[in-house]
């Protein structure tokens, strides 16, 4: 049985006239469904700007979603990232570094 998780989108907008939380707020700008065991954190998300694809931690099962932010569709899942705890998009580069406290040293 596959089970699926939903994701929702927010974005904080801020008034150009405000200053500190004043005049923030969050408004959903998009919700889609994410393969993956049901009960497992999703942390740490990112955004590639030039190629417009939001890439999302999936904790317990260690996979890197990389989701297109014009579709909502999932276009990769990465596998074999145990532990995955933080990420970090290197625009120039155009490569995705992962944290991951469950990775094996080689040997």
């Given at each position: 049985m596959e089970i699926t998780?939903?994701?929702?989108?927010?974005?904080?907008?801020?008034?150009?006239?405000?200053?500190g939380?004043?005049?923030?707020?969050?408004?959903?700008?998009?919700?889609?469904?994410?393969?993956?065991?049901a009960?497992?954190?999703?942390?740490?998300l990112t955004i590639d700007e030039?190629?417009?694809f939001l890439l999302s931690a999936h904790l317990?099962?260690?996979?890197?979603?990389?989701i297109d932010m014009g579709t909502n569709k999932v276009v990769k899942a990465i596998p074999g990232l145990p532990g995955?705890?933080?990420?970090?998009?290197?625009?120039?580069?155009?490569?995705?570094y992962t944290s991951d406290w469950g990775e094996e040293p080689p040997a």
């Open positions: 998780i939903r994701i929702a989108v927010l974005v904080l907008l801020v008034s150009p006239f405000s200053y939380a004043l005049g923030q707020t969050l408004r959903q700008v998009a919700k889609f469904d994410l393969p993956g065991p009960g497992k954190r999703f942390d740490y030039e190629d417009q317990g099962p260690g996979i890197l979603y990389v995955i705890t933080d990420l970090e998009f290197v625009p120039g580069m155009r490569k995705v």
